[in-house]
């Protein structure tokens, strides 16, 4: 069922006009990766808006020195990035609506969305509005996070995106804002 630009309102009071931008590129995205039924909108919504500013960021921020983390070390090279300090943590910083990051994620999603290794040459396509929610569904779906969505398991989607329970507060804010919009009942 496609969302409506006034329904990303409210979820993402904060989007202005990114939200018109967004909503025709969302729900194709959404039907393409079967994130179909308004429980699995609603925890997709709320995971994108929190890992985007509510639409604003497209490109993880960070200095230099911050993204050095994904250029060198263990984190770098469990993200397949090379273990030389060349610019791969500035090459393939987080980006698109869930800030894919690291060479192994860009080829995986260049590969899913483009069938070749574009992203990598590229990377900056992510930034662009149809790109930033096509990878975000994509890493959606090659997560199976439409099933725990089903049962519900929020905290358990915020730390395959995440990691951790970063920004957990604000997810669990968009996911109720996320669930008054398109209706879904609690069970």
């Not at 070390?73 to 800030?99: E, F, H, M, V």
């Not at 439409?146 to 968009?174: H, V």
Request: charged share 20%; hydrophobic share 40%; net charge positive.
């Amino acid at each position: 069922m496609p969302i409506t630009e006034q329904q990303l309102l409210q979820i993402f009071p904060n989007a202005g006009r990114q939200a018109g931008v967004f909503v025709p590129v969302l729900n194709m995205s959404m039907t393409r990766w079967k994130i179909n039924t308004p429980k699995r909108q609603a925890a997709f919504l709320a995971q994108i808006g929190q890992e985007s500013g509510q639409l604003q960021y497209v490109r993880e921020l960070g200095s230099d020195q911050y993204l050095s983390k994904y250029d060198t070390g263990s984190l770098a090279a469990k993200l397949g990035n090379t273990p030389a300090a060349d610019g791969d943590g500035q090459r393939y910083r987080g980006r698109g609506l869930i800030q894919v990051t690291g060479h192994d994620n860009y080829l995986r999603c260049s590969l899913a969305l483009f069938a070749d290794d574009r992203l990598l040459y590229t990377p900056e396509l992510l930034e662009q509005p149809q790109w930033a929610a096509e990878c975000a569904a994509w890493y959606w779906s090659v997560n199976g996070l439409n099933s725990l969505a089903d049962k519900e398991q929020f905290t358990t989607i915020t730390r395959r995106i995440n990691g951790g329970l970063n920004g957990l507060e604000d997810r669990l804010r968009l996911w109720a804002r996320a669930r008054a919009a398109l209706c879904v009942s609690s069970t």
